[in-house]
């Protein structure tokens, strides 16, 4: 079992390829470092993404958010690096990650990133009555 933070993402195959379904992941303990003060960021992170051919798989995206901790970064250039990262590995049909960052400085900062494949359309939403 590696104890080490990577950038190595890993996939595996979707095992549904021919139907639209989301994949939502929540990811509350994202850190990373203030480029200007070195200071840590605080942020949860909600990727959510409809897969195509590919599925990112957990233990590596854990040690791939890890692999941050260290490192340097603006809100908006890291929420955009993760995203291009893996929308480089899956080619998603849509994806989208909110990258929420604790109040630092008396700011909080909410990020959101999307992709969308081209000629992908979602699905109509369906709205089911509340349950009693």
């Known amino acids: 079992m ?51 051919a590919l ?14 901790r260290d490192e340097g970064a603006f809100h908006e250039a890291v929420s955009n690096q993760i995203l291009n990262d893996l929308v480089k590995l899956l080619a998603p049909r849509f994806m989208r990650l909110t990258a929420a960052f604790r109040v630092r400085g008396g700011i909080a900062t909410t990020v959101t990133v999307e992709h969308r494949k081209e000629g992908w359309v979602s699905p109509e939403s369906v709205a089911l009555p509340p349950e009693r």
């Open 2 to 52: 590696t104890a080490q933070p990577s950038k190595a993402l890993e996939t595996f195959d979707n095992p549904e390829p021919s139907r639209d379904y989301t994949i939502r992941l929540e990811i509350p303990e994202f850190t990373c470092l203030c480029p200007l003060t070195g200071q840590p960021d605080f942020a949860a992170l909600t990727l959510e993404y409809v897969p195509d």
């Open 55 to 68: 599925c990112v798989e957990l233990k590596s995206l854990k040690l791939y958010i890890w692999s941050f």
